[in-house]
């Protein structure tokens, strides 16, 4: 699929950036040999390896034609590693693609994402909603303590020290670096001559920290959460396993969000809870490669989801009395309406804008009890294929996530209805808005729409569904051309706010006097009817938005009562002056044309006061 040709940026690091611009001639002139032939595009940037074959064997099919220098902004889509200030600081909304949502640490940092988690579950229990279907943090989240937190920090040592109802020494604890990955940085606390160790050290760097005078400038080193080790944990073939699942958000304007199971991944070695070498507890490929007996075992540290399944049909359905298909049927449910939840979270503090995107990877832990744990999500997650499953799973994923964000990019530009996608595969479509730019509250409060600001009331059922708006002008942002932009899509996606389902609205425009009708996308649940006016607004009232203001603002002014008094007029010029004083005075409005630019009239443009 081929898109208009825009400018586009680089993806490095802000370290590689300030490096390259100190690099030689050689380097530069080695660079301008590796340009384009075409100049006239479109261009693709891909910095890193992690997944770079796949996207540029992608992009290569797509006519499009790499870029090896950074410091050009004339891309169509990049795709890197690392994020760069610049990057974003050039990034084109609306004109290019880019991979990773720049705050997407809400998400993908230990402690974004408990703190997203703690406030999402705060405010939703304040409000009324016995219809919002929320899980506990402890149904699915271990318990965990910020280390970085005084006040947490004490009641985890006091926890451990048998004080506020602890016990001394009851379990294991896994302490985890916020923000890095690749298990890098962690470590186990088994023993209380650990947890001391660990007070002992934390207090001595507070302590430089606070002592440091001039040297506070100083980056302070990682903060670390302490979470509960789950060691019960399901096994397979007496290894320790986890499964990877991918979280996309494929648009964020308006937000259109998919998962897809991966693969199940397990240790080399058989799990031992009291051994301390970490590649037995943890079981990412980058940990597991440390082991010597990798190279022999690669192919079984990696099983697809259907090999799992069958496991667990063999060993468990019976002995368990799981359902047949537990793990493509309620574990694969699970996983989504957990991811869901953490999207929930955060939907209302990432950055929106038209062109970016993000592909999460989320881990999940089975125990012994097939209860379900989210350990924890990663951006920018593993796309190797260093063994036949993950050659598998990872180019087939990274290709449909591409095609995903491509068709939805593209229609959202040429003012399409977005769905259905044509390019869903494996991917499954867990939330999508109804229209840009419309936030959606818990039921109850207030959403912002294009006509405005609309409180929702509901009763008891769906059909009693009603809502009360008012006529508050809100400020549209619409990144797309003026002749380009989306006057109302025909077929459009709809979140219900009764149930949190999402649902298809197939029907004409607003303008059209048919009736609309409803289909049901998610599976499950019996058909909901909602309100029109509460679920699908038109993206552009069909009135112009300053039209309240120009209906107050009139030319010429009033006469100010300030100012000085004319000389008395005799003859026939008061004659003329009595005739025309007793005509009604005659006033226009600034779109009809008084002579000189908004700006150059008494009061300025009326849109310098739209903030």
Sequence with gaps: MRLFSGGYLTCSSYRD???NRKSSNHRGQSIKAKEPSDPRGPFYYVGGANGAKIVISYCEDQGWQRLHDQHRHDYQLKWCEAKSRATYLHFREGQQLLYQIPNNTLLTTKIGLLSSLRDYERVSAKVNAPRLRRLKMEQFFPDTFRLDVREERELFFAQQNGVEGGEPGGCVWICKPSGMNQGRGIFLLKTPGDVADLRLRLEQQESSRSHGGRRAHVRPPQAYIAQRYVNNPLLLEGKKFDVRSYLLIACTDPYVVLFRHGYARLTCEPYDPRSDNLTAHLTNQCMQKKNPLYSLLKEDTVWSMEKLNDYVNDRYSVAKALPRDWITGDFARFMQRVVVQCFSAVKSKLDRKLGLFDLIGCDFLIDEEFKVWLLEMNCNPALHTNCGVLQDVVPRMLVETLDLTLEIFSKRLCGQPILPLASQRDFVLLYSAAAPLTCT??????????RGVQRVLRGTSPQNTTTTTTTTPTRKHDPAPHHRRSLGNPNRAVTSHVSGKVSEEIGKDDTSNSKATKRELAPGGRPETLSRRASALPLKSPKPRVKPRLKKCSWPPAERSDRPKKL????????????????????????????????????GSLTQHRQ
């Design 17 to 19: 950036l300030s490096r």
């Design 441 to 450: 509250s818990p039921p109850g409060g207030k959403r912002r729409t294009s």
């Design 568 to 603: 008395s007029i005799s003859g026939g010029d008061q004659q003329r002056k009595r005739a025309s004083a007793t005509s009604p005075p005659t006033t226009r409005r600034l779109s009809e044309g008084t002579g000189g630019s908004p700006e150059e009239r008494p009061g």
